[in-house]
């Protein structure tokens, strides 16, 4: 029986790749995920996550999701347009910016690859950190690969939700990752 209320999913989707690979859209149309096309209508507390912004997710900002009622928001674009993604989407958002730490893609596209995680990988993980191991198994359980993503990064996985600070969770990286 899951005693916390649910972690509001979000992802704003710039349309830059194949709608029927993509994984923010299969999760919204399974319901997992309430997905953005236009930036007025995403929450306007919680983080989104982007790979550039050099701060990681870390337990300094679980109580912003766990205890003020923030939202996880996956900002889904293509990797080969990260910069300009990114940058539009930041000037537009009250929505604070954060990195996961190095985790392995379980996705057949870039899969073993560090950092090169889908959205739906992406905001897994940072259901995972923030102890919700069940909500983040739900998501992936939209994907043939997704119980790969949890094998990969077992290790990993435990060790970030387990650190106490972020400065912890970055030294961590390099144990796992060189």
């Known amino acids: 029986m899951n005693m916390h209320p649910e972690i509001p999913v ?3 989707w710039l349309a830059q790749d194949d709608p029927k690979k993509n994984t923010a859209v299969r999760l919204s149309r399974r319901g997992d995920l309430k ?3 236009r930036f007025n209508h995403l929450p306007r507390r919680g983080i989104i996550l982007e790979p550039l912004c050099g701060k990681i997710f870390g337990p300094e900002d679980h109580s912003l999701i766990l205890e003020e009622g923030g939202s996880i928001v996956g900002l889904d674009c293509s990797w080969a347009h990260i910069e300009d993604s990114v940058a539009q989407v930041m000037k ?3 929505l604070k910016g954060r990195m996961l730490p190095l985790l392995l893609a379980a996705n057949p596209v870039n899969w073993g690859k560090p950092s090169k995680l889908t959205t739906a990988e992406a905001l897994a993980a940072t259901l995972y950190l923030l102890g919700r191991k069940e909500h983040a198994k739900k998501l992936l359980a939209a994907f043939r690969w ?3 993503f949890f094998i990969l990064n077992k290790e990993p996985l435990e060790a970030y939700k387990n650190a106490k ?3 912890e969770l970055v030294d961590l990286q390099f144990e796992f990752f060189d």
């Open 165 to 167: 600070s972020s400065t």
């Open 146 to 148: 997704g119980e790969q």
């Open 92 to 94: 537009r958002t009250k």
């Open 10 to 12: 979000h992802a704003i």
């Open 35 to 37: 997905l953005h096309e």
